[in-house]
DNA sequence: CTGTTAGCGCATTCAA
DNA sequence: TTGAATGCGCTAACAG
């Protein structure tokens, strides 16, 4: 195993200091033609790339970032972790990753290697950002941080936080109340009266909690009574869901899923209790993951520009830093627009269920 | 923003030397117990994390890994990265990621911001092995590295190279001939006669490319013809598969994908003809990713442990840096198995087609 | 047991 | 325009 090139190697053949190489390399400083030729021509034969462990020591600030979110393995944080590290690449930025596997009490820990890397800056997608740990371990070590799909939530922590977030509170998030609403709103347009809301634990993620909390708006506008929320512990592989008590106490025509896994779940859920989407029960989801699409009957969800939240994380996230720590120009908060996509996993209530049914005491 | 802790601000709240901070910190030399107690309380209090930058460079190797796969958005990468990630945190490495897009010509590009990074190993999934100059520019800068899910072939590049990878040839994979064989037998079986294979572009997948061969060989030993594959431009998206020529041509009765992805992009295009799966043609892909067992009709595929891959590709790199550096112990090649996972997509050929059917000149 | 020091790869003053 | 020297945070000899 051959000890990679440095800057030194460089130096040598080229017959020059170390500070020369470095000032071309960096484009950094004058350098005359003949010896800017003979560095450049060393570089090359030497295939010489400068550590960014070295670069990343002697500025004080590396050209990395880290990310962290529930899970890679759902579709909607694969989207934005693709969107994100391609917008970090293109910058120069190579991305680190941890999985949190939807436990506030693991973000701590997740984070920890990433903080131990200096890392330019964050992105977190947490369960609950007004109490993330990792939230306030990363203020008190004074690193940017960037909030991804978590709704707003004012700066955490004692008070060398404050400070250190003094520039804070940025966020890249969608309006997870409105598009509960507006969900809601499309399956009650439909006819339905009996809806039930399936949701990851709420404990788990801020983003279930105000799709739900959206829902009851809806629900509630209509005069209709809400049931609580069914949660569920869910980890994407959640492919065994139990819906026998809801569906013998509620009966529901409707069920929204407080995203789309869970919803393809539920759909799998009633097949094996014999009931077919949407002619017995109708489903619904949020994300708009792709594959929502493809499958029969496709997925009636709300649809948000996943992938490029992860390249505006990147982008609020490298703007916040700064080249030069200078002053940041990007909003402090970033809403992205939603759609609700039709799909035909949703359709008009069973007429026999139009009116609100009294669930036996 | 705070500067980070250093080393430095711990010996000087715990009055002494900076050496003695590191030994604690690292449980490495000896340290008497009162000392002790003074720096592990300024380690807690001042909530002290050593840089790893730092360390890597006075170490000059680093706890961190990079990872480079075509795409984090295929379920199947994403749940290799998910083991990965995981396996790599228990043994307090952080994970750098890359995506080639599925082209072999963005590797070498994807890939430098990790070796700027000069991280302890890489693990590599390109598009081909034998050229891939990604992999040739890992062994060039002298950093183990671990194939996943590619084929095995012969280290790549120049007279560098031999010697940097003279240990090399690590990859854990699965056997993707041998699948494709059983997979072709398992339709044959069922009574399809006029089988299609629909494939990502070979030039970007050994993977599939292999898949094909098992398919070809399963055919053939039956003494059936075998129609050209069908490559198609892959970007986990291709959410709409053009199959009218195929269709029309070979009318088979049974599609192969080289991947569930596009299996599952197959039944949606199939769909669009009006053709019923698995009524009229039947369906069947590779890797078995979650979603494939929870949509109707559940996915006939070729199941691998894409998780327990991830882990072990990084059990197998972390392995051949040795903690220090010594003699690898774990096997150069792992194959670990597969296994044909039934699904409804797949069922008996209609009847009118047991029989070959020449195709009209 | 503990402290001092050299040096990892690099950017950056400061002199020349 | 160039080079020598300093220091970033840390580990690992080496001295005491």
Redesign the interface.
Known sequence: ????TTIKDVARRARCSIASVSRVVNDSGPVSGPLRQRIAAAVAEL?F??????R??AL?R???IGVLVP???N?VF??C??GL??AA?RA????????SNYEAGREAE?I???????PAGLVLTVCDPASSEARR?AA???I?TVLLFNEPAPAVGTE?DV??NAGGGAVVTVDNRGAGRELAAAVLARGHRRLAFVAGRFESSDRARARFEGFRDALTAAGLPVAPPIEIDFL??A?HIDLTEVLARLQPTAIVASNDLLA??V??AL?RHGLAVPQDVSVAGFDGI??G????PSLATVEWPARAMGTAAAAMLLDLVGPR?GKPTAARTLRLPHLIRPGGTLADAPVTSCLPLETSP
Request: without cysteine; hydrophobic residues 45%; aromatic residues 0%.
């Open positions: 195993m051959p000890a990679a295939d790339s400068p550590s960014e462990v070295g990343s020591l004080k590396s050209r990395t899970s890679v393995t579709p694969a989207d972790l693709a590290q391609d690449r120069g930025h190579a991305v680190l990753i941890a999985q997740a920890a290697p990433l903080i131990a890397e200096r371990r008190a070590a004074g940017p060398i400070e250190a994407d592989g492919d393809i779940g759909m799998a097949r792709a594959i699409r493809l499958i029969a720590g």
